[in-house]
């Protein structure tokens, strides 16, 4: 590697670029319950989920550069990663929700209610979050 040049970074650090936005939060909503429920079909009918993070990045640029006319990689990155993450989150109740059901069917249990599939998979992914906090931040 050339040791003269200097390392020039795409966003300076003294250029102030919003990226968490009502447009980044929206989109990646969208994004994340599209691509979770796809996820979440492809997964029960097929056994093997798919990353929706190349798809939502692509998606997201798309959108942003082309349709609203704004230049915001930074806001692009915050949809792709709002839509992985619902992608994530589907993956793991299709794979761990079918067990309550087995156990419903040998009658360890009674069948869970749509609010408890809800509550499970809110409490997996605030879990989840708490979790990546504490291992990347400290």
């Not at 079909?41 to 997201?60: D, E, F, H, K, Q």
């Not at 619902?86 to 156990?103: H, Q, Y």
Request: proline share 4%; charged share 15%.
């Amino acid at each position: 590697m050339n040791e003269n040049k200097e390392f020039k970074p795409y966003i300076p650090a003294d250029k102030i670029t919003p990226e968490f936005t009502a447009t980044s939060i929206i989109m990646g909503v969208i994004l994340a319950v599209v691509f979770g429920a796809a996820n979440a079909y492809l997964g029960l009918r097929v056994g093997m989920t798919v990353s929706a993070s190349i798809p939502a990045a692509v998606i997201s640029m798309g959108v942003i550069r082309k349709i609203m006319k704004k230049n915001s990689i930074l806001e692009s990155n915050m949809v792709q990663t709002i839509g992985s993450a619902g992608e994530s989150l589907a993956a793991g109740a299709i794979f761990t929700m079918p067990a309550l059901f087995l156990w419903a069917e040998e009658g360890l249990c009674e069948n869970p209610s749509l609010v408890e599939i809800t509550l499970i998979a809110l409490c997996g992914g605030i879990l989840g979050v708490l979790l990546w906090y504490h291992f990347v931040m400290h």
